[in-house]
């Protein structure tokens, strides 16, 4: 699910390869984690989160958790939570190479990496739960607001929508845009200048700059997992993302 | 004093009428909460707070302000945080429809909207108390700061300007520029956008991304009442107030 | 050490004058306490900050502190955080009128001041102790953060790169730019525009906006000066500070 490739530096890249739509299921969480461990015990000094040409990815396989019952949906919020976490404390800098579409869960990988290359194209994006009929975790909505500031933050939540990538980048929501094909070289060559600084003050500074995104997740209770799952199962928003489902299967 | 207008789509129009500029006096004040009320009980499911053609509101009402003793002074503003928060609290989403001139007091009504239309033409808005000698209260300073960030917000004070439109919407003050006639018209469109949502999901963000918002009005000792009514009278103040008020009696 | 002119309106200009490149050391930083503290105690309403043009100050004078012990060094950085905080808590408005280059230390005044004006040209300036083997202390990455925001303080810090003014322009790290020759008369401009307001208005707003820069420094344990004190006399930053000097030390 995980293609692992070598880089010049000491940097690794990550790439999404669960066809067709690199969609977010439980295994994927699992392997992602692991693939992160693998790489920093390999002695890894970066990593670049990717994924195909064209899609980095779709987001939450809701077909696949709509077959989950309470435990189960419990368990891999818990676990796609440990991910996020994951991502927030790593010692070492990850950059997410968006290769194209990365909605709702493709963005929130993207948001607790250090920083976000996203190919150009008729690409799309954005944090649109509430279309779906889901309400963020608060964790994901604190890490937007640092991102880009507490009103924007709302503006972009509460409308719901995917937005090109153009917009995304005036949003705040990208850093910068490359060619189609150019997304992880680029990703590549700010790894490289940020791994060219003396390690250790670059290392403890990131460590210092992000204390808040990693500090989100020291109180698991503040995660409020239970009140997702709960809203997951309420009837409205079951009832919507059955309908999503059903026209995701609709041939074209 | 508040003229309600039923809108498609179960948007109501609060559009404030007390002639000559709709400047903010303790009855205005109490109109305004009630006409909100009726409209949440008549089951409206967006505001509109509008103003008429080529003015929203001139902000406070510094004349007859001006002969209230400190107790009815006291008054009035513990009214007119109630209605701050009443905006920040609201269960459903208000757009301030900014027809026209829009300074002090019309602008800090407009910070607690979830969205602001501002008419463009030769029209200024801002918080420019201090030009007129007042401290804005630190819940109006914190709302500036959830709006535009810290900085800017700390800047914009001090500086004690209004502004005009263009320079408004660059500091993120407003959201968007509309012709002059067509405020309302945009308020309506953001409206009809956001209840096209699945409601629950739509609401339940929305009150996520606003409880800082609405937190600022949780513990009444921190809206600082007695400093600001303290400050008011303080002979500097009141001389600045007087002058600001004889000039305002001048013709032409 | 410290330049002191008699402007109009009491607004005082302090012009660091250390030759050659106004490198900030043990001295200068008690001189340009103690020309603050006689400036107010003379009556200054307002202060700005300079330099020479072409140079407002290459920053800390790393030759003559890597000479301190840890004791020394120690010492040092609890007068230089004094000054921080004595213009985090300054009364009367500060401008810093950044005549030229001013990297690092140099920057890092600038910070604590109300307002930045700085030269045209090829100038550089930024927080770019990442690429001499620093960590910031805490204070001075919360009071960037105070200026530009989370996410943007957190790519520059761990960058380390000094920029020019026009991109520290778009990064809010600085308010505006001057004519090479100007940047005195503009900060002299801004600080008459805010003595024309009522003074105890704009002072006590002032203050308001204000209250969390100053706060930075209301808790000497937070300031954290045993770590930065302890990451200088590292072998890593010692010998990456130490290779720095050979470098200045070159001809040409």
New interface residues.
Partial sequence: MIDTQQHSDGIVELRLNRPPVNAINPDLVMALQAAMDQAEADGARALILSGRPGLFSAGLDVPELLTLDEVGMRDFWKDFFGLLARLARSPI?IVAALTGHSPAGGTVLALFA??RVQAQGNFRLGLN????????P?VI?QALV??????R???H????QMIPVEEALDL?LI?ELAPPDQAVEQALAWCQ??LA??A???L???Q???A?LAGLFDDPEALDLDAFVH?WF?P??QK?LKALVDRLKQPG
């Fill in positions: 800098p250090d920083y739960e509430v279309q779906v009929g889901l309400v963020v608060p909505h640092r991102l880009i500031g507490n009103y933050a709302e503006r939540l509460v409308a719901g705040g850093d200048r940020h600084m003396p250790h003050a670059m403890a500074t990131r210092l700059c992000r808040d809203g309420e409205a928003t919507t």
